[in-house]
């Protein structure tokens, strides 16, 4: 079983940046297709980036595309992923979830569905101030 830990978040100016780390610990001999999602209060949990267990492919939902980068170094610290937010916007404060997927995935492989992924973090919050 793998363990994710969040962090990274924070408060931030409209129009500022964050960088969120996820660190897998447990089952980790493992490389994981990954992604974020966020909830913001009264809402439903929404995807927002995935990426393969590769790092060869990406993918991002679309209020977030070419603001948001999803990114890994499995040469360096295998499942742990990275967030790097910029441009940030009031609806983009939320809390931030990261997730992995347990069960097999090819090499470019990306997901969007949280029933896709197995072990979920407890969470980063984002605020965005005026």
């Known amino acids: 079983q793998v363990q994710l830990v969040e962090s990274g978040g924070g408060l931030v100016q409209a129009g500022g940046s964050l960088r969120l780390t996820c660190a897998a610990s447990g089952r980790t001999s493992r490389t994981y297709a990954m992604g974020w999602f966020r909830q913001a209060p009264g809402k439903e949990r929404e995807f927002v980036a995935a990426?393969?267990?590769?790092?060869?492919?990406?993918?991002?939902t679309d209020s977030v595309r070419g603001r948001f980068t999803i990114s890994r170094d499995n040469a360096k610290n295998k499942n742990t992923v990275y967030l790097q937010m910029n441009s940030l916007k009031h609806e983009d404060a939320a809390a931030y979830y990261c997730?992995?997927?347990?069960?097999?995935?090819?090499?470019?492989?990306?997901?969007?569905?949280?029933?896709?992924?197995?072990?979920w973090g407890q969470g980063t919050q984002v605020t965005v101030s005026s």
């Open positions: 990426i393969s267990w590769s790092g060869i492919n990406t993918y991002y």
């Open positions: 997730a992995a997927r347990g069960r097999t995935s090819s090499f470019s492989d990306v997901y969007a569905e949280s029933t896709s992924y197995d072990a």
